[in-house]
C-alpha cells in the first residue's frame, strides 16, 4: 500500500498494529482482558467502538459529540465510527474536531486510533433543505450539474453507489473529518439497492463500486473497506434483500484477485437482533450457517451495530437476562456484555453523553 495522500490541513497518518498496540498498553490495565482486538490481520481496536448516528442536527450535540468522544479516547476507546450522512455531516465533523483537539494537545497519535465512516446515502449539509423542491435543488447544484453522478445513478431517491460518487463522498468524508487517511470505509446499506434492481445488476454495481475502492486504497486514501448493513446479513437467502458474503467476497476477488481490500462487514447483533448468530443465512462449503460463523470462516472481522437498539436495551431487561450478567449495575451495561462475549472486532454503542460513556465501560464487580 502506497503513502496515504495528504491535501492541506487535513492530519496525516493512519491507524498502525504498531500505534493501537502502543495505545492498547497504555490501557491495558484499565480494562479487563480481551477488551482489545485485532480488526482482521490489521490493528488492535477497542471492543467497544463508538457510534454517532442519532441525534439532532444542531450546535448542542455537535458539542456533546466533541466532549464524549474526547472522554471515550482518554478512556481508551480508539474505534470511531460514523457515516457522511449521520446528522446531515455534522457527525463525521465531531470526530474531525475532537481529533484536532486530542492530537493538538498530545493524548493521542493518528496511528493510534482507528476512524470508520460509511458512503452510500446522499448526505445533507448542516440542515435539512425545508422542502423537496429544496432538496432537488440541493441534488442538482452540488451532484448532477457538476456531474458527480446522474438521476439515473440514485436508487430510493436517495441512495447511490456509482464510482464518481463514493470517490467524491471520500474526498469529502476527509474533509469533514480533518484526516488523509480513512482507516475503514463501508457502503452504506448496499442491500438498498436490491429495492430498486435485479440481483445480477446488483453484482455489476458493486464491482464498480469495489473497483473504486480498490483504487482509492492504491491512491492511500483509504485502508480497507466493507460492507455496513442492516437488513442484508440477516435476512434468509429468499429474501430480495438479502446479502451472501460469499458472493461479495467473490465480486471483490473478481475486481481485485486473492489480495482484495475487502476486510469488514458492520451489521445488527444484539439481546433482540440475535440473526447473525443463531439463524444459517449464509453459505459456507455448500452449507448454511449463521453469519459470524460465516465471516470467521471467510477471515472477515464484524463490527456489530445497535447494541443497545437505540437505547431499548439500556433498561428493562427480563431478570433471566440480569441473571446471566451479573455483578453489572445497569442494564445497558450488561447488554453490551452480551455483545462483547461474542466473536465481534467491536460493539458499537452512539454515546454524547460522558455519563453515558462512564456507565457503559463499567467494570463487572466479583462476588
Known amino acids: 500500500m502506497s503513502r496515504p495522500k495528504v491535501l492541506p490541513s487535513l492530519l496525516e497518518g493512519c491507524a498502525t498494529p504498531a500505534g493501537t498496540e502502543r495505545f492498547r498498553k497504555r ?5 479487563a482482558d480481551h477488551f482489545y482486538r485485532l480488526l482482521a490481520d490489521g490493528p488492535f481496536v477497542s471492543s467497544l467502538g463508538l457510534g454517532t448516528y442519532l441525534g439532532e442536527c444542531d450546535d448542542g450535540d455537535d458539542a456533546r459529540y466533541v466532549a464524549t468522544i474526547i472522554a471515550a479516547v482518554g478512556k481508551g476507546v480508539n474505534l470511531l465510527d460514523t457515516a457522511i450522512n449521520y446528522r446531515c ?6 470526530i474531525g474536531e475532537a481529533i484536532r483537539i486530542l492530537t493538538a494537545r498530545g493524548s493521542i497519535k493518528r496511528d493510534e486510533i482507528v476512524v ?5 446515502y446522499i448526505p445533507l449539509d448542516r440542515t435539512p433543505p425545508a422542502t423537496k423542491e429544496g432538496y432537488r435543488g440541493f441534488l442538482d447544484s452540488e451532484y448532477y450539474a457538476p456531474g458527480v453522478m446522474q438521476p439515473d445513478d440514485v ?9 464518481g ?7 469529502r468524508s476527509r474533509r469533514n473529518l480533518g484526516i488523509a487517511f480513512i482507516d475503514v470505509y463501508y457502503l452504506h ?6 429495492d430498486v434492481i435485479k440481483r ?4 455489476s454495481v458493486l464491482a464498480s463500486a469495489f473497483e473504486s475502492l480498490e483504487q482509492q486504497v492504491e491512491k492511500g486514501v483509504i485502508g480497507c473497506y466493507g460492507c455496513s448493513t442492516w437488513n442484508g446479513f440477516r435476512v434468509p437467502p429468499g429474501a430480495r434483500n438479502h446479502l451472501s458474503l460469499e458472493e461479495i467476497l467473490n465480486v471483490a476477488r473478481d475486481v481485485a484477485g486473492t489480495h482484495n481490500h475487502f476486510k469488514v462487514i458492520q451489521v445488527p447483533v444484539n439481546l433482540a437482533m440475535t440473526e447473525a448468530i443463531r439463524l444459517p443465512t449464509q453459505n459456507v462449503d455448500g452449507t448454511l450457517v449463521p453469519l459470524l460463523e460465516a465471516a470467521n470462516h471467510f477471515g472477515i472481522a464484524v463490527i456489530g451495530s445497535a447494541t443497545l437498539m437505540q437505547s431499548q436495551l439500556a433498561q428493562s431487561l427480563p431478570e433471566q437476562l440480569r441473571s446471566a450478567f451479573p455483578g453489572f449495575n445497569s442494564d445497558a451495561r450488561r447488554a453490551i456484555a452480551f455483545a462483547q462475549s461474542l466473536p465481534l472486532a467491536s460493539a458499537l454503542v452512539g ?12 467494570h463487572a464487580e466479583v462476588s
Not at 155 to 163: K, M, R, S, T
Not at 189 to 194: A, G, S, T, V
Open 27 to 31: 490501557f491495558a490495565d484499565g480494562h
Open 89 to 94: 455531516q455534522r457527525s463525521e465533523r465531531a
Open 116 to 120: 470508520c465512516t460509511k458512503g452510500g
Open 155 to 163: 436508487v430510493a431517491g436517495g441512495h447511490c453507489l456509482a464510482p
Open 165 to 171: 460518487y463514493l470517490n467524491d463522498q471520500i474526498e
Open 189 to 194: 446499506n448496499p442491500e438498498q439497492q436490491l
Open 200 to 203: 445480477p445488476k446488483f453484482v
Open 351 to 362: 454515546m454524547k453523553s460522558i455519563a453515558h460513556l462512564e456507565q457503559n465501560l463499567e
